[in-house]
Structure formats: C-alpha cells, structure tokens
T-cell receptor, first 117, second 117 residues
Framework: AQKITQTQPGMFVQEKEAVTLDCTYDTSDPSYGLFWYKQPSSGEMIFLIYQGSYDQQNATEGRYSLNFQKARKSANLVISASQLGDSAMYFCAMRAPRAGGYNKLIFGAGTRLAVHP | DTGVSQNPRHKITKRGQNVTFRCDPISEHNRLYWYRQTLGQGPEFLTYFQNEAQLEKSRLLSDRFSAERPKGSFSTLEIQRTEQGDSAMYLC???????????????FGSGTRLTVV
C-alpha cells in the first residue's frame, strides 16, 4: 500500500534550537516525490521542500533540510534555528504513480510543532 | 497573481442543506485539485481537473458531491444534502501539467472550513 507515516503527533522545541520531524513512506514505485508542507492555524498549506527519489543530494531550502534515507524509506524534515513563527502543523506527502499517479498527493497525519521562547 | 483563492473561508450550514464552494486557481495553472481535511488528519484527495475536464474522482466523492470547472478557470464544489460527517476543511490546489519540478508546482489555497450542524 502507498502510505505516509508520521509517528509524532506533537513536538516541542526551544527557540533557536534544531528539530527533526519524522516521516516514513511506503511505495514500490522506483520514481516518486516527497514533500513537506506547513499548515499554520490560518489553514493554508505552505510548501517547504521537495525531494525526488532520484535526487543524489538531500534537499535544502534555507532553514529547512530533508534527511532522505532511501533504503530506510524515511524523509525526515530538519528545521534549524527554530523561530516562534515555525509553530504549526507539518505534513509529509508523497506523489507516486502507484499512489494514484503524479496527479495527487498522499499525506501523512501530520505533526504539530510548538516552538517555545 | 495573488495565488489560489477560496471562498467562502467559513461556512456553517444545517444538515440537509446544499452548499457550494468556489476556487480560483493561479491563472496560468491548467490543473486544479480538491482535497478534504478532517480534524487531526492530513488532506485526502477528492478530485482533479485538467482544464475543464474532470479526470479523476476519489471514492470519497459520494453522489452528493459534484465538482465543475467550466471554461477551465475557476471551480466549484457542491455538496448536496449535507451531513455532519461532511464537516471538514476543503482545500483547493492548482498546478501546471507536467510540473514535476520543485514542489511539483502545487499551490494550495487557504481552504473553506465547513461546519454542518
């Protein structure tokens, strides 16, 4: 089955520290894409970072980096130097042919991150 | 372009009433998606359009749901005879066909939160 698993319902981090949000995925497709989105209380899904299955290097976007371990089927999001504005829900998502094709995203249940001052 | 716009932001309706939501995608995007997000869960795919053609519908989309995208521009999602189980956030996203680059080109709107009482 094509599936995304986020095992941390909630995480706490002190401001300015780094935090890792876990994501494991299950697919038999050799070609797939992995995404992380941030959803603040306003509801909008904000794209953070993308990793293609054939990308040789881990993706990075500013303070966000993706720790991609293909053999373990994990795609953890690392947020460095946390800020109060990082408090939100974070969703890992996958796009793969057998998960319905490249036209839909399969999402995990999300992790709620709280950044404390 | 101000991104993907969804209206209304919030809708409260009585059980059994019909409701209609609107999504205005990014103007140059030819693909449009609808997702449903229930409390504490990640978004789930409902349907998508390429231009005006509805190319895929999820089994989640019962006969009471209908989506249209006349002229390949804005889209509407109608729910007939609403039930309490329809209470959720309805998210719209748009992209360019073949947008497999960074982030897959998906842009989400802020969603319409439906409460059925």
């Amino acid at each position: 089955a094509q599936k995304i698993t986020q095992t941390q319902p909630g995480m706490f981090v002190q401001e300015k520290e780094a935090v890792t949000l876990d994501c494991t995925y299950d697919t038999s497709d050799p070609s797939y894409g992995l995404f992380w989105y941030k959803q603040p209380s306003s509801g909008e899904m904000i794209f953070l970072i993308y990793q293609g299955s054939y990308d040789q290097q881990n993706a990075t976007e500013g303070r966000y980096s993706l720790n991609f371990q293909k053999a373990r089927k994990s795609a953890n999001l690392v947020i460095s130097a946390s800020q109060l504005g990082d408090s939100a829900m974070y969703f890992c998502a996958m796009r793969a042919p057998r998960a319905g094709g490249y036209n839909k995203l399969i999402f995990g249940a999300g992790t709620r991150l709280a950044v404390h001052p | 372009d101000t991104g993907v716009s969804q209206n209304p932001r919030h809708k409260i309706t009585k059980r059994g009433q019909n409701v209609t939501f609107r999504c205005d995608p990014i103007s140059e995007h030819n693909r449009l998606y609808w997702y449903r997000q229930t409390l504490g869960q990640g978004p789930e795919f409902l349907t998508y359009f390429q231009n005006e053609a509805q190319l895929e519908k999820s089994r989640l989309l019962s006969d009471r749901f209908s989506a249209e995208r006349p002229k390949g521009s804005f889209s509407t999602l109608e729910i007939q005879r609403t039930e309490q189980g329809d209470s959720a956030m309805y998210l719209c996203a748009s992209s360019l066909a073949g947008g497999s680059g960074i982030g897959g080109g998906y842009t989400f709107g802020s969603g319409t939160r439906l409460t059925v009482v």
